[in-house]
């Protein structure tokens, strides 16, 4: 189970690892994309102004009128804006971008020259093939300005599909790992269903043997002994039939699970306790608490075999120790203390090692969907703490 | 007024009844002892005799013996009524010694523990040697530890740490509640234990087993 939870938790950490690397960054390249599409679009509409500045500033380069100071003045602002505009850094970093052998300096040098021309005051027609060259320039940007458009279109929507794509992946990996937890909680459901059939069986069969014992076999031991007595046998065979009538008494009672319908559990213990400190040397105190055994008979069954395990495994490891068992019920729980001043052992996992008995607490109260703290040390005794929900709180 | 020579055996063991018989035969020679396979003879029986002493086993095919021997006790108080069973069960035990049974024994041994009770003129509750643990158990099973299991399990910590001696305000500071709230849980565990001092406080941990 602990091997499935770590896969599990692997599945997800997974997730979060891809969602961090891959993601994050796209998100921010995503955004630093947008951004440059949205200036992409500023230039575009720079880039019309520009072109029909141009168109203007041709139309009057190539006519007669150039003399008027009007339309000089109107001529020279025109074109000293489309030598700043073609000559700011973002324009030339797109231009090297999509064409890096022609640079803008390299191409608008033709219109520093209509520039100087413009100033000398030279008549007109002077120009005719220098702005030719601009208007090509004019346009070839209008190519590479295109060219970078496109690119930085195919690039956002790449980035679009990759993004789609992570998501789609994170979305797989949540649905494959919700199933999976699903599958593994049907899992453990089914055995802990096949275990509880299981114990429910052979506590059934434990049953049925320890009432063959105590009705059918015990008496007619107890008959024979009765009828011994008279018959002045020998004192020896005597003992033996007391000790195997008592003997067969102990093993039915402890194979026996009472019916907690009718009868008390503090009085079940209380057997319970006397006959394991008949055969052993440990010292019981049985706290008793408030509870209501008649009502969860299944729950306390399973509760007055966990002492008895407790119980047992005191007698057989702890050495002679005191034991404090205390049980109550409280807030739709029942809660079980143990504790002993016994010899401990090092970990949970050298006691579950050393079979305790501690697996088969564990187990019951996991069956009862109950929880379970163990505290104990070497030369520290065992201390163990359970609380059990009962019925009306496990269906809601 | 029942009847002084006669004994009434109920156990669906015929072979047991009859050694049981032949026993109770050799200590009380003059009485005529009468037996019962089942409560439904039993009541036959009892309907013609008034027998001064009555032995009782639990299991029977017809039911249980012990409430039968409580509807018996309660028609002749005089009766002195006997539980002999093989189960050895503080909770029959008791169940026994409220349905006014005057002892409790197992099938054990040569039967000479039920017969010299049978003498006995005592009319307290007597036991099986085997049982001895449990009537003990069962008797120290009152007063203060019946009304310590009606605490809640707050109230047993901090009933547990004034008994060990500590004040109000270190009890408060132990368990994280304020020295107001403890003292209204030693108020409530006064009550419940109908105590009203710390030297009885004491006595009470001592008795329930949380002081050694």
Redesign the interface.
Known sequence: MLTISIYLMRRWILAVIVFILFLTPLIYLNRQFFKAARQMDAIFESYTHIAVDWAQAEYLLNSVYLTDDESRDDLMGKLYGIKQWVTTSELRRIAEFSSPDQTPDHHFKELDLIIAGVIQSEEGRIYGDLTGMVSDDIISLYVSLKTFRDKLDAGVSILLQAQMFLIFLLMILIVIALEDRNRQRVRIETSQRIQKEITRAQEEERNRIALDL??DI???L??M??????ENTEIGH?EVF?KL??RI?DLS?SLRTPDFTS??F???V??L??TV??RSSIKV?Y?????NSVANPEIYGHLYRVIQECLTNAAKHAGSC?V?I?L?E?DHSV?FAYRDDGRGFKSEGEGLEMGLGLKGIRNRVMMMNGKMDLITGQGKGLNIQCRIPLKSDNNG | MADLDSILLVDD?P??RN??K??IKGAFPDSAIREAGSLAEAEKELAEIDPFIVILDI?LPDGNGISFAGNHIRKSPECRVFILT??????LL?QAREAGCQGYFL?????SAIIAALKSEDKAFSVSP?MK??LK??EE?NGI??R??????RE?EVFRLFAEGLGYKEVAWKLGISPRTASVHRYNIFGKLNISSDVELVKAARE???L?
């Open positions: 105590h009705d015990a008496q007619e107890s008959w002994r009765m009828n011994l007595a008279k005597l007391d009538i008592s008494r009672q009868e008390f503090d009085d079940a209380r057997d306790i006397i400190e008949n105190k706290i008793p608490g408030n509870k005191r404090f205390e109550q409280e809660f | 063991h072979l047991f050694g049981l032949s026993l299991t093989m189960h050895q069960r503080s909770g008791i099938k054990e041994g040569d039967g085997q643990d449990h158990a069962v099973y530890v019946q310590y299991a009606f605490l809640t399990r047993k329930v087993g949380l050694i």
